[in-house]
């Protein structure tokens, strides 16, 4: 099971900007498919963004062009997962969850959340 670390959440203005990180110790992270979701009170978890251990990435309709995903590997076994969020809307308010799937492994793990909330 892979276990990782959220950070970069908090409280923007609309329009603002910030980065949300997603820390995971691993040295085969180019073998899963990570990912950011989201769930706002009292409604589902819904995707937001996807990136493949190859690079290929993928948006819902509701962030494409204000959100960019990208993964990085800065040292030895730590892997970085990145979420920037520009041009923030308070509809974007909701905790945002890291997903890392692993096909062949069947694994399916979740981080423990970071809020991120835009309000004026």
């Known amino acids: 099971q892979l276990q990782f670390v959220e950070s970069g959440g908090g409280l923007v203005q609309p329009g603002g900007s910030l980065r949300l990180s997603c820390a995971a110790h691993t040295s085969n992270f180019n073998a899963y498919t990570m990912a950011w979701y989201r769930q706002s009170p009292g409604k589902e978890r819904t995707f937001v963004a996807r990136?493949?251990?190859?690079?290929?990435?993928?948006?819902?309709d509701t962030v494409k062009g204000r959100f960019t995903i990208s993964r990085d590997n800065p040292k030895n076994t730590l892997n970085m997962l990145y979420l920037q969020m520009n041009s923030l809307k308070p509809e974007d308010t909701a905790v945002y969850y890291c997903?890392?799937?692993?096909?062949?492994?069947?694994?399916?793990?979740w981080g423990q959340g970071t809020q991120v909330t835009v309000s004026s």
């Open positions: 997903n890392a799937r692993n096909v062949l492994m069947g694994t399916n793990d």
């Open positions: 990136i493949t251990g190859g690079g290929t990435t993928d948006y819902a």
